[in-house]
């Protein structure tokens, strides 16, 4: 069974960096593509980035665009996420999920099997 595990998360201050993985474990042909999404408190959950396994194609959503990068390790199953630059209005719990099929990238209930999520805070 695919499950998805992140990692990377910790207290940074504003204008730092941080580098998430996302390890896809027992990984199938099925999958098309891995999103990074984030919930803050009292937050709806907010799509982050998106990367295709196969052709690596990407896509950003608009408060992460220019600053944050997503990125893949085929040989590793991780799907990475650098986040440069970072802001408090950053600071959220960030998930990774699996999608199997093309769809609409920015919403959640396109995405399968979700990881445990891992905390970014980002202090001013």
């Known amino acids: 069974q695919v499950r998805l595990v992140e990692s990377g998360g910790g207290l940074v201050q504003a204008g730092g960096s941080l580098r998430l993985s996302c390890a896809v474990y027992e990984p199938t042909l099925r999958m098309f593509a891995v999103g990074w999404f984030r919930q803050a408190p009292g937050k709806e959950r907010e799509f982050v980035a998106r990367?295709?396994?196969?052709?690596?194609?990407?896509n950003y959503g608009d408060s992460v665009k220019d600053r944050f990068t997503i990125s893949r390790d085929n040989a590793k199953n991780t799907v990475y996420l650098q986040m440069d630059n970072l802001k408090p209005e950053d600071t959220a719990t960030y998930y990774c999920?699996?999608?199997?099929?093309?769809?609409?990238?920015?919403?959640?209930?396109?995405?399968?099997?979700w990881g445990q999520g891992t905390q970014v805070t980002v202090s001013s």
């Open positions: 999920a699996k999608q199997d099929w093309n769809v609409n990238p920015p919403m959640p209930r396109n995405y399968n099997t």
């Open positions: 990367i295709t396994l196969s052709g690596g194609y990407t």
